[in-house]
């Protein structure tokens, strides 16, 4: 508790946001609505027209991309067809290759882990010690002695399904008409997020085995202590009763694509993790940015698993009856980026909060010639932001681990399209743009506690779904999956624009950029649309159902991934059940060509699941991806045991590089 002598604490949350009264704002909202409306035309006219660059479609100039990569990577398969049938239960995978389940949820990891059990009795005890559920963001960690032949795969688990319990979630309404949830069962939820660490390596057969026991292996909970770090840690809006200091948390959630630094570290995202959490009290709901803009419910009960009922902790309503208002702070201690050493198993996980808080998808890692160090996320919201954290200290190549705090200090930047094919990274810094105490913002904290908000009030271009973003090893042209929106044309904060350029977008889009001279640190880009996934313009649908990829069909990219020869795999993740998405088939894994955009599937994943998180070995010959929520009963694809999200390896049957 402060004494009366101590200046008062200003919550940023008792302060009201209004924009309108800033002059700053008020310019920069009437240059969007004239960039809107110019960029309407432009994109109904490209989209018309067959053509949709971002570049080509405003001027008369070179694109900028033209140039940087002059030569395409081998394509050599054959793709293999859509898979339309209600009961596929299986990996499809081109000629020439082989698919293998390789690691599902509830495998052993920690050493003293038991087995899976069929019908999913494994005791929340038992659960930590096994592979979570939803296996999601994925990398591969090499030995320095055998880079092809021994590593560490660190996969991320983002969220869990029904599936974990024997008879689905128990779930009981009492008078008031709150869900209750038994104990065990939360905590058995809670043992199956997280991160698995497994070491693996090829045995004397050459094929590629779990090394059991191994002092590596690790599991990452949402209990796991982790520590906070960087311009939010220690803040008063990061304390809660159970945390004093504000620099200490417990656990990472819904944990979707992730960041690999070239320092040897894992970069966790934390996506949907308002879901988790409820304030019950209305008035204070309503003027608590950090609460109302992020979507924490403000019902009876969070919006998933209803943890609230058993851990105090995702009961965000506020209370006066202990410190910091009981745990009406916890919320923001979530939707960071959490970084970690798997190669040191008893290494404590750190939430860098100068790379702002968000639905965060990704964080993917890319260095100057300089040493320059840029991360890009998406936002992964309709109508949300892509942003680029640049690290004030720049990466030694000669000396990798030299900063182990690398990103704690840096400049938060958020990205603005204009219609023409430019683009700029506006920074995210207190004190500046609209970003003051007038504006609710008392500090950089407060910033990147409230990133969305900051963004808002800079101006910054609202996304179809941004999700991951990829980079060319060879170019540093960067990539992101805009995976879908229903709702762009139809709200009126997200209209139609020249990089999302359909109304109701069911199918989404890839867009890419180049740095102003191919430096991450670059506050300027330009850009263009990839391509525009959907059904062929030949096809029947409505319009704004078609895309004009150059080869397979396919929708809503969502995992992106460059090999080290500079294909570009993408990988789908649309509800196949839904009639919108019929002629699709199940999702998929394709292949890109990024110079002459030529499209080839090369994977069809069972019924119900999505494809994601994308690694392999250094000379590319071992791919691993994960099949997540599988509806039937993959791996055993006997049509009646229950379904496990699982990592499926892929090699060349001759032995040969992935995709050739």
Known sequence: MSNKNEMPVVDIDDIPVNPSNNPWLSEVIASRRNLLKGGLGLALGGFLGGH???????????????????????????????????????????????????????????????????????????????AGQNHDGMAYFPFSDAPNDHGLLVINHEYTNPTLHPNGPTETRDAQGVIRRPEHEVLKEQAAHGVSVIEIKRDQKNLWQRVKNSSFNRRLTANTPMGI????????????????????????????????????????????????????????????????????????????????????????????????????????????????????????????????????????????????????????????????????????????????????????????????????????????????????FMSQADVVINARAAADILGATPMDRPEWVAVDPHTRELYVTLTNNVERGIKVDQPVDTANPRKENHHGQILRWVEKNSNPAATEFNWEIFLLAGNSAQSSVPENQQGNIRGDMFSCPDGLWFDADGRLWIETDFDDAEDVYQPM???????????????????????????????????????????QHPGISYPASDGKTRPRSTTVLVTKNDGGVIGT
């Open 52 to 130: 949709l660059s971002g570049c080509a479609a405003t001027n008369e100039k070179a694109s900028p991309f033209v140039g940087l990569k002059n030569t395409s990577p081998k394509i050599g398969f054959t793709s293999v067809p859509l898979q339309h049938a209600q009961d596929f239960d299986r990996v499809l995978v081109a000629d020439g290759y082989t698919a293998r389940a390789f690691f599902s949820w509830g495998d052993e990891v920690v050493t003293g882990a038991v087995p899976w059990k069929a019908d999913a009795s494994n005791s929340w005890q038992e659960q930590q010690l096994q």
């Open 229 to 440: 770090t960087g311009p939010a840690a220690g803040s008063e809006h990061l304390k809660t009763a159970q945390d004093p200091t504000g620099t200490r948390v417990l656990g990472t959630l819904n944990n979707c694509s992730m960041g690999k630094t070239p320092w040897g570290t894992y970069l966790i995202c934390e996506e949907n993790w308002n879901n988790y959490f409820v304030n019950r009290n209305t008035a204070d709901w309503q003027q608590r940015v950090s609460h109302k803009r992020y979507g924490i419910s403000n019902g009876l009960n969070s919006s998933k698993y209803y943890w609230e009922t058993v851990d105090p902790r995702f009961d965000a309503t506020p209370t006066d009856k202990q410190y910091f208002k009981g745990f009406v702070n916890e919320p923001n201690r979530f939707g960071w980026v959490v970084e970690f050493d798997p190669f040191n198993p008893d290494s404590l996980p750190q939430k860098r909060t100068a790379l702002g808080r968000y639905a965060r998808e990704c964080a993917t890692v890319v260095i100057g010639d300089e040493g320059e160090v840029a991360i890009y996320s998406g936002d992964d919201t309709r109508g949300e932001y892509i942003y680029k954290f640049v690290a004030q200290e720049r990466f030694d190549k000669t000396n990798p681990k030299a900063k182990s705090d690398l990103l704690d200090e840096g400049i938060l930047y958020v990205a603005l399209f204009h219609a023409d094919g430019r683009g700029e990274w506006l920074p995210l810094l207190w004190g500046e743009r609209g970003l003051t105490a007038r504006n609710g």
């Open 585 to 627: 088939g199940c999702n998929q894994l394709l292949c890109a060509d990024p110079l002459t955009r030529a499209v080839k599937r090369f994977l069809v994943g069972p019924r119900g699941c999505e494809i994601t998180g994308l690694t392999g070995t250094p000379d590319g010959k071992s791919l691993w991806l994960n099949i």
